[in-house]
T-cell receptor, first 116, second 114 residues
Framework: AQSVAQPEDQVNVAEGNPLTVKCTYS??????LFWYVQYPNRGLQFLLK??????LVKGSYGFEAEFNKSQTSFHLKKPSALVSDSALYFC??????????????FGTGTKLQVIP | EAGVAQSPRYKIIEKRQSVAFWCNPI?????LYWYQQILGQGPKLLIQ????????DSQLPKDRFSAERLKGVDSTLKIQPAKLEDSAVYLC????????????FGPGTRLTVT
């Protein structure tokens, strides 16, 4: 069975500093990995995804994520945090090698707080 | 392009009452999802449609929840009768396809069961 873990419930970072939100996964085949952001009282918004190819994926709002197969990780990063980045971030995984349908599994979310 | 539309945005009902949620996906998106998101948790898939056929409803409490997607476009999710533990945000999402495609989410319906 596939799973995804976000080990930190909350990450605090000062504005202007680099940020990292961690995600690790477990699948039987190759992973399709996604990051979504949720602002208060709003639905989730897609940030970026890794399907295949370059391990460094760039997405919306200056975010990027690095796929590391040996560590089964897909950490979200941004070089310089903005106060407006404060939100709830979800990592999600789908197994590409299921031989059929396989649903997306979401992590429990990490609250990012950017301090002015 | 227009996003995923959901209504109502908020609903308060008493336990044992029934409620229905509506979702209109992005035009051309074949795959539609309903999720339940309880406070402090990630979204949990309730049901997934491919066009108007059900792909996965393994986590749908079928004794009280039902969903349909008529003509492969709009969808409704119904709860009858509601329980206190159904209090959650119900999210609808759509995508072009199933496997490698990202999902686009609506604003959600916040349900409170008293």
């Amino acid at each position: 069975a596939q799973s995804v873990a976000q080990p930190e419930d909350q990450v605090n970072v000062a504005e202007g500093n680099p940020l990292t939100v961690k995600c690790t996964y477990s699948v039987s085949g190759n992973p399709y990995l996604f990051w979504y952001v949720q602002y208060p009282n709003r639905g989730l918004q897609f940030l970026l995804k890794y399907i295949t190819g370059d391990n460094l994926v760039k997405g919306s709002y200056g975010f990027e994520a690095e796929f590391n197969k040996s560590q089964t990780s897909f950490h979200l990063k941004k070089p310089s945090a903005l106060v407006s980045d404060s939100a709830l971030y979800f990592c999600a995984v789908r197994d590409s090698n299921s031989g059929g349908y396989q649903k997306v599994t979401f992590g429990t979310g990490t609250k990012l707080q950017v301090i002015p | 392009e227009a996003g995923v539309a959901q209504s109502p945005r908020y609903k308060i009902i008493e336990k044992r009452q029934s409620v229905a949620f509506w979702c209109n996906p992005i035009s051309g998106h074949a795959t539609l999802y309903w999720y339940q998101q309880i406070l402090g948790q990630g979204p949990k898939l309730l049901i997934q449609f491919q066009n108007n056929g059900v792909v996965d409803d393994s986590q749908l409490p079928k004794d009280r929840f039902s969903a349909e997607r008529l003509k492969g476009v709009d969808s409704t999710l119904k709860i009858q009768p509601a329980k206190l533990e159904d209090s959650a945000v119900y999210l609808c999402a759509s995508s072009l396809g199933q496997i490698s495609y990202e999902q686009y989410f609506g604003p959600g319906t916040r349900l409170t069961v008293t």
